[in-house]
């Protein structure tokens, strides 16, 4: 073990940051829990702190330094609406964010509401009532529902509304050591990272030279939309993006088809045409400085992450990405390795600190 890991033990404790933003319940367009989470933690270390008509939340530190690098996480989280509710009290929704029908039968849900949070169970008709055909078949959205023990739709609609949003209640845990589940990691653990980053770096005897901006983006799953403009709002010269990446060290997986990157095996640094050559670089020396482990994998397109958006913002963004090695991505239990997670908090402050003043090489 180096002095960069996580100590592997049980009684390992997260930070209280991360836990919180976990537990928040956060669909892109309802992430007010998630942004209250980073207002309480990282607010205090900015030098300058913003919400926008969007929801992201941009933190400054050292507003006048150059260039500006900018950090960026999303906060959001898949969820489901609230579209109709039936004569016998069931509800029926649509999603928010790319879900697999496969999963979303049998879970237990919570229901954001203006009068509070509304337990509910989605629910499928039972195997035993389905005929082969029917037991083969993998459900239509429409032919899910979530139940809340309502009697009648005026009984439910008195506790629910349509256009209200819901998750999976399946909250985070530690199963071994470092490695925990959650429904959320992606992207909670994003905007942990660019948080956290902050926040360390504002600690620091001697502030960076960069103007460093901190944002945790909003509606990244439904389209990489907070990223758009607050990437036109910081205008920076250099951005590290940090997302999930799928860890494709499990069954059922081919490595030919989708590359080679595991669980603990630390941070994932993309490269390819949505990735500028040279922040890759800085990365990986950074990495090596720090000697941190890290995973090399390839995207020959934009890539799925708020980078698409930032790198052609404006002019033009010197762009990197980095993921944290997942497994069972858009599930009710994704699973993470934390150490991994601290790895890249530290790979970013290392980045961050490399930046000279009015450093324009990087590109």
Not at 97 to 126: C, E, L, N, Y
Not at 135 to 159: F, Q, T, Y
């Amino acid at each position: 073990m180096t002095v960069h890991s996580i100590p592997q033990m049980a009684h390992y404790i997260p930070p209280a940051f991360l836990t919180e933003l976990l537990h928040a319940r956060s669909p892109s367009g309802y992430e007010s829990e998630a942004q209250a989470v980073f207002d309480r933690h990282v607010k205090p270390a900015a030098d300058t702190y913003m919400a926008d008509a969007l929801g992201n939340r941009i933190a400054t530190l050292n507003p006048a330094g150059d260039p500006t690098l900018m950090l960026a996480g999303h906060m959001d989280e898949l969820g489901l609406i609230i579209t109709y509710v039936n004569k016998d009290g069931f509800v029926y929704f649509d999603t928010i964010g790319g879900h697999d029908r496969t999963v979303i039968s049998g879970r237990r849900v919570v229901i954001q509401t203006a009068g509070g949070p509304v337990k509910g169970v989605t629910g499928k008709r039972a195997i035993h009532l389905m005929d082969e055909a029917d037991r083969k078949k993998v459900p239509e959205i429409h032919e899910i529902w979530i139940d809340i023990g309502a009697r009648s739709k005026k009984e439910a609609l008195a506790r629910v509304s349509i256009g209200d949003a819901a998750t999976y209640d399946h909250e985070f845990e530690l199963i071994h050591g470092t490695i925990g589940t959650a429904r959320a990691f992606d992207n909670k653990v994003g905007a942990y990272i660019v948080g956290e980053t902050l926040v360390r770096l504002s600690r620091d005897a001697r502030k960076p030279a960069a103007r460093v901006v901190s944002v945790a983006t909003s509606q990244e799953e439904i389209g990489v939309r907070g990223a758009t403009i607050s990437g036109y709002t910081v205008d920076p010269q250099v951005a590290l993006v940090v997302d999930v990446g799928h860890a494709t060290d499990h069954p059922d997986c081919d490595n030919r088809k989708y590359g080679e990157t595991r669980l603990g095996g630390g941070p994932i640094i993309c490269r390819g045409p949505n990735i500028n050559h040279k922040v890759f670089e800085r990365l990986v020396k950074a990495a090596a400085k720090l000697k941190i482990p890290y995973q090399v994998e390839s995207d020959p397109r934009p890539t799925g992450t708020d980078a698409r958006a930032i790198q052609v913002g404006r002019g033009g963004v010197a762009t990197g990405l980095v993921s944290i090695p997942l497994r069972y991505m858009h599930t009710p239990s994704e699973v993470v390795d934390l150490e991994d997670v601290e790895r890249c908090v530290k790979l970013f402050a290392e980045f961050a600190r490399g930046i000279a003043k009015g450093d324009y090489r990087i590109w």
